[in-house]
């Protein structure tokens, strides 16, 4: 019984994690149709802001909760005033401008900061003991955080004028133009507001995996992958798809160790792909936000 | 701009490429002769990014994926057969296959552009992902360690039919050229035939071609196996010239560099690739050897400013500047015909 417990939580973590990386790429690719391949260096910028703050003296929930989603908001909002907002339209190209954006940042930050991190900051929170079994406090509390974030994005898209003038660009931009909202400025403000979340999950992993300059690629495989398979309502796809790769992750992780989960992963969004090429939310739950 | 090369051309520029062939040893060092397998290995790569993106429109973002699993399948193979010239057809197989089975689902299930791409690199790095924890004794294949982190050993090449007789350096050198050219040679005749046109016509406009009556998914499955086929083989090239395959030819910078030799080159060219390997390679190790700027940081910069400023690569943008002179000159000449004509008529 404790067993199966600790693993349920186990998989509720691998499912709260990829929600959590995924969340501010599917916001950008819900709203924009840009895939953002520096996602992962937005997450990755969000780690270092976190280390450089609590290395000079700021203090670690602070810097995770309110720092690093400012700081890399406002890096968001530079790069799409500079890059993206030139690029609309053409996809292709916004794929390989990111992608030279995120080698660019990868560049910097080691140019900056070396190939290595100089301090680790050990999850805060300690442990919690389930019977037999112990889990990590910090873990819990990232999970909750996820559940928090997303009530947030839903509440931010169903309730407030910003997400309906969001919701309206998302479903029909020329028509919303047509109505006087100035979609440019919409993008923006989205843009950013996907970089933030980026870095706040950035922030809030590391303490967990540590940070290095080219960390983000270990993020961005999964979080392209889930979003993909999520499709292209924000909120619905990102948490079916969490769920489901999520779930096959974790219980293949359980039986055949960590090194077959990923592939697990991989080869259930490719399959999923091939029924539904739209993602999940092209077929399902199509009105959902 | 002309949709497909002639045939004429690449035969010239095969031409030039064996001319190279025979000056180089005079003028490069030959430690630059052992670099230049690795070189020759990775312009492979590039052309078959050429081929699958150029000239059938797949944006195939994890090209090194196939890349990456040649030189696996070759070194692999070669520790269990005990020969290279098997293993590098099991290597080109093996590659093949994989991105039959992969395009089978990408392609069959109608999977939109910016979604194979970014399926592509996914694949691409989570073999990363998966070669890096290989390390230990339980992860063989046949007698073949794969190592994990530290990749595993590549053997060199050897002549056909006898496993014991290993080629020098030099010799490597003029069968990997070797092998370039014919790659290059086959993939220029591929883009002529009436396959390759139609791919090209796919690249143009995939409703059109699908309602003349093509099958546009079967024709884009066999261009994309083809060209996995190629870059497995460029992969069999430069594990050999590396002497050992690691994880990192799935890495995220693996693929990045592919796109940015294709991007630098032309995309709708196949030499302009090959071409940006050589020059973008030999500028990279020579950034990698000082301190000053991080090698990352000016293939970002390559890449973003070539996306914003010359969309169309290096070597398109010559040729046009080349035609337009060419057809200006034309007509002007064509106006001072005319010009003199109606004098004539008048006088």
């Known amino acids: 019984m404790d067993l199966l417990f600790s693993l349920a939580l186990q998989i509720l973590y691998g499912i709260a994690n990829l929600a959590l990386i995924s969340l501010g790429l599917a916001i950008v690719f819900g709203m924009m149709r840009v895939i953002n391949l520096a996602h992962g260096e937005f997450l990755m910028l969000g780690g270092y802001t976190v280390v450089v703050a609590t290395n000079n003296g700021v203090n670690l929930w602070f810097a995770m909760l309110v720092l690093a989603p400012l700081v890399v908001g406002l890096i968001g909002l530079i790069v799409e005033r500079c890059l993206i907002q030139w690029l609309y339209g053409r996809m292709i190209d916004t794929l390989l401008a990111t992608w030279g954006l995120s080698l660019l940042f990868i560049g910097i930050i080691t140019s900056i900061f070396g190939a290595s991190t100089s301090t680790v900051i050990s999850p805060p929170l300690g442990t919690v003991t389930i019977g037999e079994y112990t889990s990590s406090g910090y873990e819990l509390f990232l999970i909750f955080v996820v559940i928090i974030l997303l009530a947030l994005v839903y509440l931010t898209l169903k309730f407030t004028s910003l997400g309906l003038v969001a919701r309206a660009t998302m479903q029909n931009s020329d028509m919303s133009a047509c109505l006087g909202i100035s979609t440019s400025k919409i993008y923006m403000v989205t843009f950013s507001l996907g970089a933030a979340v980026s870095g706040l999950a950035g922030g809030l992993l590391v303490p967990i995996t540590g940070v290095l300059p080219n960390i983000g690629v270990i993020y961005i495989a999964k979080a392209f992958i889930t979003v993909i398979s999520g499709g292209s309502a924000i909120l619905a796809g990102t948490t079916s798809a969490s769920v489901l790769l999520g779930g096959v992750n974790g219980i293949m992780s359980y039986i055949t160790g960590p090194t077959f989960g990923e592939v697990a992963l991989l080869f259930a969004a490719i399959i999923l792909l091939r029924l539904m090429p739209t993602g999940i939310t092209g077929r399902f739950f199509r009105k959902s936000q | 701009m002309r949709l497909y090369g002639t045939f004429n051309g690449t035969l010239v520029i095969a031409g030039f490429a064996i001319l190279f062939t025979l000056i180089a040893p005079s003028i490069f060092q030959f430690f630059t002769i052992i670099t230049l397998t690795q070189v020759i290995g990775l312009s492979i790569l590039a052309l078959s990014l050429a081929l699958v993106w150029g000239f059938g429109g797949i944006l195939c973002f994890g090209q090194s994926a196939f890349f990456g699993i040649g030189a696996y399948a070759y070194s692999v193979a070669a520790v269990n057969i005990g020969g290279s010239t098997g293993s590098i057809f099991i290597a080109i197989l093996a590659a093949a296959v994989f991105a039959a089975i992969l395009g089978y689902f990408v392609f069959y299930g109608k999977v939109s552009d910016v979604y194979l791409a970014v399926i592509t690199l996914t694949v691409s790095l989570i073999l990363y992902s998966l070669m890096r924890r290989t390390s230990g004794p339980e992860y063989k294949i046949g007698n073949a ?15 056909p039919g006898d496993g014991s007789a290993m080629l020098f350096p030099m010799q490597t050198f003029y069968v990997s050229m070797a092998i370039l050219v014919i790659a290059y040679v086959f993939t220029g005749w591929l883009v002529t035939t009436k396959f390759g ?20 998914r079967l024709y884009k499955l066999c261009l994309f196996s083809i060209s996995a086929g190629i870059a497995g083989l460029g992969g069999v090239l430069f594990c050999v010239g590396v002497t050992r395959v690691t994880p990192d030819v799935f890495s995220l910078g693996q693929s990045a560099l592919a796109i940015i030799w294709v991007i630098v080159g032309g995309r709708m060219t196949l030499i302009g690739p090959i071409l940006a390997t050589f020059v973008l390679y030999f500028l990279t190790s020579s950034l990698g050897s000082q301190q000053i700027l991080n090698a990352n940081l000016v293939l970002g910069i390559i890449l973003v400013v070539f996306v914003l400023l010359v969309p169309n690569g290096v070597v398109p943008t ?5 035609e337009r002179r060419r057809t200006k000159r034309y007509e002007r000449q064509k106006e001072r015909r005319m010009k003199l004509r109606k004098h004539r008529a008048i006088g």
């Open chain 2, 197 to 216: 046109r139609v791919c090209v016509s796919i690249r143009e406009n995939e409703v059109r071609t699908e309602l003349l009556g093509y099958d546009t």
């Open chain 2, 318 to 322: 010559i040729m046009n500047w080349f």
């Open chain 2, 145 to 159: 360690l794969l190592g994990g982190f530290n990749g595993t050993g590549s053997a060199p090449l050897n002549m």
